[in-house]
């Protein structure tokens, strides 16, 4: 079992950046991040893996910067530029084996999420 910790979140202007931390208890091979924006499907932002490999959203790429510290177990997402779409509940997850898509299915480990909102 591996536990998600997750913080960071907040609010701020079109433009402005945030960077979001989720602590895991113990040693994961995959991890990410996902959103969720009300009466919407949580989709993938971005992804890591321990080869430090990683994959992005569309949506997110050029803006936002997943990255891990090893040493510290911990998962950051930089985001700059925010838009107001942007605007949603961002959740943590892991995995113990590699990933190689941006699936909400394929993790099992999630944490309880942190809320970003962006206004115009």
């Known amino acids: 079992q591996v536990h998600l910790v997750e913080s960071g979140g907040g609010s701020v202007q079109a433009g402005g950046s945030l960077r979001l931390s989720c602590t895991a208890s113990?040693?994961?091979?995959?991890m990410a991040w996902f959103r969720q924006a009300p009466g919407k499907e949580r989709e993938g932002v971005a992804l890591?893996?321990?080869?430090?490999?990683?994959s992005y959203a569309d949506s997110v790429k050029g803006r936002f910067t997943i990255s891990h510290d090893s040493a510290a177990n911990t998962l950051y997402l930089q985001m700059n530029s925010l838009k107001p779409e942007d605007t949603a509940m961002y959740y943590c997850?892991?995995?113990?084996?590699?990933?190689?898509?941006?699936?909400?299915?394929?993790?099992?480990?999630w944490g309880q999420g942190t809320q970003v909102t962006v206004s115009s």
């Open positions: 997850a892991a995995e113990t084996t590699y990933r190689y898509t941006l699936a909400p299915s394929l993790f099992r480990f």
């Open positions: 113990s040693f994961t091979v995959s």
């Open positions: 890591i893996r321990t080869s430090g490999t990683t």
